[in-house]
């Protein structure tokens, strides 16, 4: 089976390129490689194979990759990487940027993906951490609470994830 020995990075948002070094990959094409992402089993977490040799693989971050192991199916069978990749959110922008207390923010952006293992939070200025509104991977509806205020909006995953935080402020 395919083996991985070394992934880089080893965290990215989607539309990256990651590289994957090992060996028993397909070299004859790229089409004849999978990479998958945090899931073996979900075609939705298949990125995009760029290049193919038999010891290396670069292939792009899909938009519902999640947090996990990276998956190499070649020749028919499936290697797992023994490192996690961990899926970063990333803004794209923010509206409206003048908005108050029950007002719905809209984020936009990429790898907005929440579930038991990986919740996504958010933080609006200098308020509380709170559960994002995840719509789908590009978009978190936010309706502005007492305690939230003016400034940058913050996003990470997990408890301890890294924060991530919009060029605009609100």
Do not use: K
């Not at 998956?71 to 908005?99: E, K, M, Q």
């Not at 952006?109 to 990986?118: E, H, I, L």
């Not at 933080?123 to 509104?133: E, K, Q, S, V």
Request: proline share 7%; aromatic share 8%; charged share 15%.
């Amino acid at each position: 089976p395919p083996t991985i020995s070394s992934i880089s990075p080893l965290e990215g948002s989607p539309g990256d390129i990651i590289t994957i070094n090992g060996d028993h990959f397909d070299d004859r094409d790229m089409s004849y490689n999978e990479v998958l992402f945090g899931d073996s089993f979900n075609p939705a977490m298949r990125g995009q194979v760029l290049s193919a040799s038999q010891t290396q693989l670069t292939a792009s971050v899909p938009n519902l990759a999640i947090t996990g192991p990276i998956y190499v199916r070649a020749h028919g069978l499936t290697g797992v990487s023994a490192d996690t990749f961990t899926v970063l959110p990333r803004i794209n922008w923010i509206n409206p940027t003048c908005l108050g207390i029950g007002s719905t923010l809209y984020v936009y952006g990429s790898g907005f993906t929440s579930d038991a293992n990986n919740q996504l939070y958010i933080r609006l200025g200098n308020g509380p951490w709170r559960y994002a509104d995840v719509s789908d991977p590009s978009l978190v509806r936010q309706i502005l609470r007492p305690g939230d205020t003016s400034g940058q909006v913050q996003l990470r995953m997990g408890l301890n994830g890294q924060v991530v935080t919009s060029n605009q402020t609100i």
